[in-house]
């Protein structure tokens, strides 16, 4: 029987940080992963250039039913903390768009980095190895029987990530082992994940696929003293099954099956206003009018979705058209009829429910000894490298404390 202080299940993000922070402790850990590719997730994000942190990364930019459990974590581990790691490996980087730090080469040099991180603590690494069960021991501590020999260990932790892209590895682990333990649960939702509509409802789009432009997008209330609701202002990409882009990812995470989504697709302007301000002097065409801040396909089609002539003039047209028209524009309401799923989410949100964690440690308070980091808790980043801050941030967390 191998003996350790803590086996970390899980070799992702937040399972390597929390290894090589614990090993380099003093603590011996064995590190475990069902996969034969290490850190796959790692190795595709960021378009291969790994979006490893936001340098703006604060609570605020995290969706949990407990909003305030993650700020411990975050605040003792920040985006900051995680640059001078970089820094120290000497791996070039840069800022992309609104704090994003990406690799200026390739997101294996953050792989390399974790490794080299590990092998300074001297991390033991089982991989692949498949978990089969894991009990609690009658003398404390835990047993793990696994396909490559059975393992005792003081703690363990959990860090087997959400169900996002299982052809790379994601399973429900973190899931049954909480509910092994009779830990409580928030539902898994795909998140940051492209939106789907009603086939007829979306065949008048089906031709715009391909446009991209910045859009306003909000779903949800923003009313009460915890306010569900989310506002991104970012760029939308229309698609032939419904939106995505960035804008649409941010907002999946807020967005509520059965609920809808509210989109400005010209932000800088009011339209209805501006329509009828101008019809004494514009003597354009609709479609014409439109197309100064529209694409041209996107207006013409939108015209037509809401049927208007496209050689209607301005000047001919009612004030209460126009105001049509503008909140067509300026609000468009639609409602999706869900998403692409798990296969194209980049992100599980729900997960472990935080009020069975502590939030200095991660550590369950009803299990001692057991701890969940990462993915699998209800702790969910926006798009823009905040889940890979959670990440590194809930690693250390759990890996100080183990
Ligand atoms: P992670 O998924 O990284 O690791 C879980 C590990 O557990 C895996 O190695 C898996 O093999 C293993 N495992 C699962 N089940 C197991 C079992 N039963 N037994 C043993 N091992 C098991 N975020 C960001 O901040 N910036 C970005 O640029 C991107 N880009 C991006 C692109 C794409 C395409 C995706 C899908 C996701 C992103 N993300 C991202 C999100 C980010 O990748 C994700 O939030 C973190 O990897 C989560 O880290 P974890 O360590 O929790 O899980």
């Known amino acids: 029987m191998a003996k350790f202080d803590v086996a970390v299940i899980g070799a992702g993000a937040a399972g390597m940080m929390c290894a090589a922070t614990a090993a380099q402790r003093g603590k011996r850990v064995v590190l475990i992963d069902h996969a034969t590719k290490l850190a796959e997730k790692i190795r595709i994000s960021g378009g291969g250039r790994c979006n490893f942190t936001n340098i703006n990364a604060g609570p605020a930019n995290f969706l949990s039913e407990n909003p305030h459990f993650c700020k411990s974590a975050l605040s003792r581990y920040t985006a900051a903390d995680f640059v001078a790691l970089v820094k120290r490996h000497r791996i070039g980087y840069h800022e992309k768009h609104r704090g994003q730090l990406f690799c200026d080469d390739s997101a294996e040099q953050i792989i390399d980095m974790l490794k080299d991180e590990c092998a300074a603590g001297d991390v ?14 009658d003398e404390g501590g835990f047993l793990l029987q696994t396909d490559t020999g059975d393992i005792e260990a003081d703690s363990v932790v959990i860090a087997t990530g959400g169900l996002s892209i299982a052809k790379i590895g994601a399973t429900d682990f973190g899931y049954r082992i909480a509910e092994q333990f009779e830990l409580r649960m928030v539902e898994p939702r795909p998140a940051l994940v492209p939106l789907t509509f009603d086939p007829q409802q979306w065949a008048p789009f089906v031709e715009m696929s391909g446009i991209a432009l910045e859009v306003d997008v909000e779903t949800g209330s923003f009313k009460g003293r915890n306010p569900t609701g989310g506002r991104f202002r970012e760029d939308l990409l229309f698609t032939h099954r419904g939106l995505s882009g960035p804008a649409i990812l941010q907002i999946s995470s807020y967005w509520t099956p059965g609920t809808p989504i509210v989109i400005n697709l010209i932000p800088e302007l009011d339209l209805a206003a501006t329509l009828i301000e101008g019809k004494g002097t514009i003597k354009k065409q609709l479609g014409n009018v439109l197309s100064q801040w529209l694409p041209a396909r996107l207006a013409e089609g939108l015209l037509l979705a809401h049927g208007f002539a496209l050689d209607a003039r301005l000047a001919d047209l009612p004030d209460a058209q126009l105001r049509k028209l503008g909140a067509a524009i300026n609000q468009w309401t639609i409602t999706p009829n869900g998403s692409e799923g798990y296969k194209k989410a980049e992100v599980t949100r729900g997960g472990v429910d935080t009020r069975e964690l502590s939030q200095q440690s991660m550590m369950a308070n009803k299990v001692p000894g057991l701890y969940f980091i990462g993915e699998a808790v209800d702790v969910t980043g926006w798009l823009g490298g905040y889940n ?10 759990a890996g100080q404390a183990v």
């Not at 890979?388 to 967390?397: D, K, M, N, T, Y």
């Open 124 to 137: 033991h690494w089982r991989m692949p190895c498949k978990v089969s069960s894991l009990a609690q021991a």
């Open 388 to 397: 890979f801050q959670w990440a590194w941030a809930s690693g250390v967390a």
